[in-house]
């Protein structure tokens, strides 16, 4: 299962120089002129859980296989990309693509590089990108809704459900919010998802600091931080400029550099978890001799599609899950002694897998 992040923003913000630093590449090119990432650049990153380590040596397991994230690297954006300026169209249509908006915010003073509108205003850019998704979205709805208007007059179900959530959409667009603003039910999330609205995918601002002011922020990132908290988003301060020195050195270098720089983590941790609760996502785990392996779900997922991450057919031919809980798991040292202790489940196609199961799946075929 496959989550991507888009990494968004204006030009010159650090999109580039911060995905350098989540992918440890220089595959992105990081440059001082407008529009330097031309193709969008993808990344899988490995999302950290020391839950998996400590699994992994009791088991003694030879490989030690992470969860992973997808992040793109998208070509920067200008006012009238709705329109097709700059590299407009071809943006939008890498965003539709994406799971989730990482929308970096340039929260950093420096007259060496160029602001494309001459200043330093990380909520006016906020709403920049946000206007220019809202217009393409009004966009697209008013020439979807043209393009069924003849299967809802011959009475398609599909087409009077998709017509009556695009004018949903289009109610609250108009009203100046964006697509994700709407509330939709449990029955209409399929239909609504497919849609695809730009302005629907969650969000989570990322506060571009200097690098002095990477532990506590600056004013700018504190606007960024009370914007998302009124719009129910995500916000993380992060200094792209440190992560990507973090990014060229080894663990032990990279915890001295860390400890030096008063932080108690790298932000790209706290940027990969920020995107896992912008998602709602969880972790289960699965533990053997041969290998410790963390897998992505969404929360609220069934045993049996938790079992297809792994394959498709250890879905249709589940029979059950056996689960430990990860503390279980650990404070008693293993399967076996959980076993023992009466702390081994045997689940069915009901479960609803739990963050940290430990599951082992038995399946037909």
């Known amino acids: 299962m496959g989550f991507r992040t888009g990494i968004v923003g204006l030009p010159n913000v ?19 002129f407008p529009f330097c990432t031309i193709e969008p650049n993808v990344g899988e990153v490995a999302v950290p859980d020391a839950r998996l380590a400590k699994l992994a040596d009791i088991a003694n397991s030879q490989n030690v296989i992470p969860a992973r994230m997808t992040f793109v690297d998208i070509a920067g954006l200008v006012k009238g990309a709705s329109k097709g300026e700059g590299l407009g169209n071809q943006f939008l249509a890498n965003i539709r693509e994406c799971d989730a908006i990482a929308h970096v915010l340039r929260c950093f003073e420096d ?23 809202m217009l393409a979205d009004l966009e697209s709805i008013e020439k979807r809704l043209q393009n069924i208007v003849r299967k809802v007059r011959g009475g398609d179900k599909d087409a009077v459900l998709q017509e009556r959530l695009l004018k949903e959409a289009q109610a609250t667009l108009e009203n100046g919010q964006p697509a994700r603003k709407v509330e939709v039910s449990e029955e209409d999330a399929k239909a609504w998802s497919m849609l695809q609205l730009l302005t629907a995918k969650p969000v989570l601002f990322v506060c571009n600091v200097a690098e002095d002011e990477a532990s506590d922020g600056n004013a700018h990132s504190a606007a960024v931080a009370a914007m998302a908290a009124e719009q129910g988003a995500g916000a993380v301060v992060i200094s792209a400029k440190i992560e990507e020195e973090i990014s ?12 030096e720089m008063g932080l108690e983590e790298a932000g790209l941790d706290r940027l990969i978890r920020a995107g896992y609760q912008l998602l709602d996502l969880q ?11 963390a897998w992505t ?31 279980d798991y650990v404070s008693l040292g293993g399967e076996a002694p959980a076993r023992d202790a009466g702390k081994l489940r045997a689940e069915g196609k009901s479960y609803e897998v739990k963050d940290g199961d430990v599951l082992h799946f038995l399946h037909s075929g």
């Open 297 to 327: 779900i969404a929360k609220g997922t069934l045993a049996p599609a938790a079992a297809g991450v792994i394959h498709g057919d250890f879905e249709k031919g589940f029979i059950r899950a056996e689960t430990v809980a990860y503390d």
């Open 248 to 259: 060229q050195l080894d663990a032990e270098e990279a915890e001295m550099f860390l400890t």
């Open 283 to 293: 972790t289960y785990f699965t533990v053997g001799p041969k290998e410790a392996r």
């Open 111 to 133: 007259g060496d590089i160029t602001h494309v509108e001459g200043r330093v205003n990380p909520v006016e850019d906020a709403d920049t990108i946000e206007t220019e998704l």
């Open 14 to 32: 650090g999109k580039s120089t911060l995905f350098n630093a989540l992918t440890r590449t220089a595959a992105a090119q990081a440059a001082n």
